[in-house]
């Protein structure tokens, strides 16, 4: 019997007995690490979501590198990424065999849907400044490592999701750190475990916070109100970003609406916890998860079958 992921691998195409295993190992890694987004992605049609899973698999293979607490290996990922983008600089076209699965899921995903090599440099770039950058002192400083952590993430997934207008790249990069300061905001405790500050500094000063302060781990009236001033900040980034949904193809949009109800909701989680995220990780429950899945399943189902009937531009 053809397990769900199987079918997936069949729709999308893919066959090759090795190449369905790197893309099951990028699902697993999806399915444990990225909740929210594996749940989301179980939305777009079939024949998509290896794709997604081999996107997400490679940014937690390259996260894993510098972010575990037990074993980062910074020297590992610079081996790992510089091999990729060799990879890449022969072509990125043989069909040689990739012996890293990850990565093979990712060079394949990146030929399918002729993915820029420069979304995937700036990603690296970022993931390798973790190894020696701890703090950034200016929102626009953020940005830049923004950038390549979380805003090249959303080009790359741009056409899997076949935009319907160059704006809904603009729109991508905004969801993409939108996603990203939400998850700085509610790790602030665990980040400051690896040593890291991703709040810029400018903020600390501004609201009178020292490092020193976040490491007590007690929410003070101070940091109460630099964690609304990055709530609402995260807020604009998501408004800016909503309209870009509609500028996806019909088949993609419940896929990214809910991804994005359900990370905009990790704000509203932080303050219904009192903004601690010092000592606790705050969580938006599964049962809300499946509620704001399971009509957006619905959705994706008609939208599918809509695109079904709809006539090609052949035979219109």
């Known amino acids: 019997m053809h397990s769900v992921s199987d079918r997936d691998l069949d729709a999308a195409g893919i066959t090759d007995p090795d190449l369905r295993a790197a893309f ?11 909740r929210t987004y594996y749940l989301a992605s179980r939305l777009l049609p079939p024949a998509k979501r290896p794709y997604v899973w081999a996107l997400y698999g490679f940014a937690r293979h390259a996260d894993e590198y510098v972010d575990s607490l037990t074993d980062p290996d ?11 983008l060799e990879t890449l600089g022969n072509g990125g076209t043989s069909d040689d065999p990739v012996a890293d699965p990850i990565a093979a899921a990712m060079l394949y995903t990146m030929r399918r849907w002729s993915i820029p090599r420069q979304h995937v440099e700036a990603f ?24 390549g952590s979380a805003a090249v993430i959303g080009l790359q997934m741009l056409p899997i999701l076949e935009p319907l207008t160059p704006e809904a790249g603009a729109r991508a990069r905004a969801l993409g750190e939108a ?16 040593g890291r500050v991703y709040l810029p500094q400018e903020d600390l000063d501004t ?23 990055e709530i609402e900040r995260t807020r604009a980034l998501y408004a800016f970003a909503e309209p870009g949904i509609d500028m996806l193809h019909p088949t993609s949009r419940d896929c ?25 990780r705050v969580s938006v429950p599964l049962s809300r998860r499946l509620a704001v899945a399971a009509p957006a ?15 090609s531009p052949a035979s219109a």
């Open 24 to 34: 099951e190992a990028c699902r697993k890694l999806h399915a444990m690490h990225g």
């Open 124 to 147: 690296l770039e970022s993931m390798q400044l973790d190894i020696t950058v701890t703090s950034y002192a200016t929102y626009a400083d953020l940005e830049q490592y923004m950038y």
């Open 297 to 311: 399943a619905r959705r994706a189902r008609a939208a599918r079958r809509a695109s079904r009937r709809e006539p």
């Open 207 to 229: 609201f009178g916070v020292t490092r020193a302060a976040l490491q007590r781990g007690i929410v003070t009236p101070l940091i109460r109100e630099l964690l609304r001033f």
């Open 74 to 84: 910074p020297d590992a990922l610079l081996r790992w990424g510089g091999e990729f």
């Open 179 to 194: 996603f990203q300061m939400s998850n700085f905001i509610r790790d602030v405790g665990e980040d400051l475990k690896r």
């Open 256 to 280: 990214v609406r809910t991804a994005f109800t359900l990370y905009a909701e990790i704000l509203d989680a932080v303050e219904r916890a009192g903004y601690q995220v010092l000592t606790h």
